[in-house]
């Protein structure tokens, strides 16, 4: 007697633990990630970094200088659950390096691009939301590759890289800067871009796989019955919706604080250094990124359950987080609001121990799509969030508004996660539905 074949849900799940990465693979593809990470933010942060210099030589006025600069930031949004999708079906390896080469090369051609006229200018600056489908391809991939037990630990290591990409393009970039005028930061950016894709082209993809991958996107990607994102199936379910407002919460209060903290030193410290308050939170960022992915790897192997270590790391990434952004609006003291800002950074890079990973846990097969859509949610009450932090702060006369309001998101995206808030998948069906 011939025995069953596995259920269809079986067979793809014992199917995606064959195509995990082994140990010896994973270090491997976290470092190269971690440097592709630090590679985008070098790209993303060489414009504002070269936006005054620049206005000088082109005669940009403020109007001009925030079209280039917002043109980014829409486009980055814009590309989210595009760039989740495509992951999710070619691979987010392939995703990566393709968009990799394009940004890469966009930013080594910016000085070229810039001399040809302003509407150029502007669709180059416009054409790198191809960086925008980097961190949903990046889920994507992570969730097929990367074991459970080892996946905030990953993330977290990877994610590091933004981080150190900003530090690197705020000291390196200032120095090319000054030493040779803007063009060589784009170069600068653009070129280490280009020799990153040239290694991972030449010893972590075969030519085959990028060859059938570009040749699926030309002539559109196809999608069979186990393909389709089952949309009516996942936000049916009060823990993805739970994953979408914590995720929106934690990138809303990052992009205030990330806005708003440079001028609140400013103002409220006129004589202090301004590289101590842009540079110490995100030398703090760092290490306590790395640290929260191990803590909750460590916690997982140790028994505790999984959903209990996503939503201890919430806390901290939003709840003590937000606690350290009060402590900004009640003291007069230099050195104390750097230590509550270093801490509400630091401790905000926990959340991808928690929120970015339970992504992965709750959507496996289709985490970039999910992904890609609470980031874009996120990045547009982001949007909001900085607009009315500065209503806050015009209308009240008062910093205190504006981290009341950090705390309120914050808040409200934690209680909304510890209640709802689960890790058990739910892509998994015989048959998925489609609006």
């Known amino acids: 007697m011939q025995p069953l074949p596995p259920p269809p849900e079986e067979a793809r799940?014992?199917?995606?633990?064959?195509?995990?990465?082994?140990?010896?693979?994973?270090?491997?593809?976290?470092?190269?990630?971690?440097?592709?990470?630090?590679?985008?933010?070098?790209?993303?942060?060489?414009?504002?970094?070269?936006?005054?210099?620049?206005?000088?030589?082109?005669?940009?006025?403020?109007?001009?200088?925030?079209?280039?600069?917002?043109?980014?930031?829409?486009g980055y949004c814009l590309t989210q659950v595009v760039g989740g999708h495509l992951g999710d079906r070619i691979g987010g390896e392939k995703v990566i390096l393709l968009s990799a080469s394009a940004w890469g090369i966009l930013t080594a051609a910016t000085p070229l691009l810039a001399q040809l006229s302003s509407a150029h200018l502007f669709f180059m600056t416009?054409?790198?939301?191809?960086?925008?489908?980097?961190?949903?391809?990046?889920?994507?991939?992570?969730?097929?590759?990367?074991?459970?037990?080892?996946?905030?630990?990953?993330?977290?290591?990877?994610?590091?890289?933004?981080q150190f990409g900003t530090l690197v393009t705020g000291a390196v970039g200032s120095l090319l800067l000054d030493w040779y005028g803007w063009p060589s930061v784009f170069y600068f950016s653009g070129g280490l871009t280009l020799l990153w894709v040239c290694y991972v082209y030449r010893y972590l993809l075969s030519e085959q796989d990028l060859i059938l991958a570009l040749g699926v996107l030309a002539q559109g990607v196809p999608v069979s019955r186990h393909t389709k994102v089952p949309w009516r199936q996942l936000f049916r379910k009060p823990s993805v919706w739970a994953a979408i407002s914590s995720q929106l919460s934690a990138a809303c209060s990052f992009f205030i604080l990330l806005s708003w903290l440079p001028t609140f030193f400013e103002e409220t410290f006129p004589s202090s250094k301004g590289w101590v308050f842009n540079v110490v939170p995100w030398l703090v960022?760092?290490?306590?990124?790395?640290?929260?992915?191990?803590?909750?790897?460590?916690?997982?192997?140790?028994?505790?359950?999984?959903?209990?270590?996503?939503?201890?790391?919430?806390?901290?990434?939003?709840?003590?987080?937000?606690?350290f952004a009060l402590c900004l609006g009640h003291t007069s003291s230099f050195c104390k609001s750097v230590v509550f800002a270093s801490a509400s950074i630091g401790l905000q890079t926990f959340n991808h121990s928690g929120i970015s990973v339970n992504i992965q846990d709750l959507a496996p097969s289709c985490a970039g799509f999910l992904f890609g859509v609470a980031n874009t949610a996120g990045a547009l009450a982001g949007v909001v969030g900085v607009c009315l932090g500065g209503y806050l702060i015009e209308t009240t006369g008062s910093w205190t508004s504006m981290f009341n309001l950090v705390a309120a998101v914050s808040s409200l995206g934690l209680c909304t996660f510890l209640l709802f808030g689960e890790a058990q998948r739910v892509d998994l069906s015989p048959t998925h539905e489609d609006l």
């Not at 994507?140 to 074991?147: E, G, I, T």
């Not at 192997?301 to 806390?315: D, E, H, L």
Request: proline share 3%; net charge positive.
């Open 13 to 74: 799940r014992d199917g995606a633990e064959d195509a995990q990465w082994s140990r010896p693979e994973c270090q491997v593809w976290t470092g190269t990630l971690l440097l592709g990470t630090c590679l985008l933010y070098c790209a993303r942060v060489s414009m504002p970094v070269c936006t005054v210099s620049m206005s000088q030589d082109f005669g940009w006025n403020k109007k001009e200088a925030g079209i280039v600069l917002s043109s980014f930031f829409w």
């Open 126 to 162: 416009f054409s790198r939301i191809l960086t925008g489908v980097y961190f949903p391809a990046l889920t994507s991939l992570l969730s097929q590759k990367v074991r459970e037990s080892e996946r905030a630990f990953t993330y977290s290591a990877v994610g590091a890289g933004s």
């Open 285 to 323: 960022a760092i290490p306590a990124s790395l640290f929260s992915g191990f803590l909750s790897d460590h916690l997982i192997n140790q028994g505790y359950r999984t959903i209990a270590v996503r939503k201890f790391m919430q806390v901290m990434g939003l709840g003590l987080s937000s606690v």
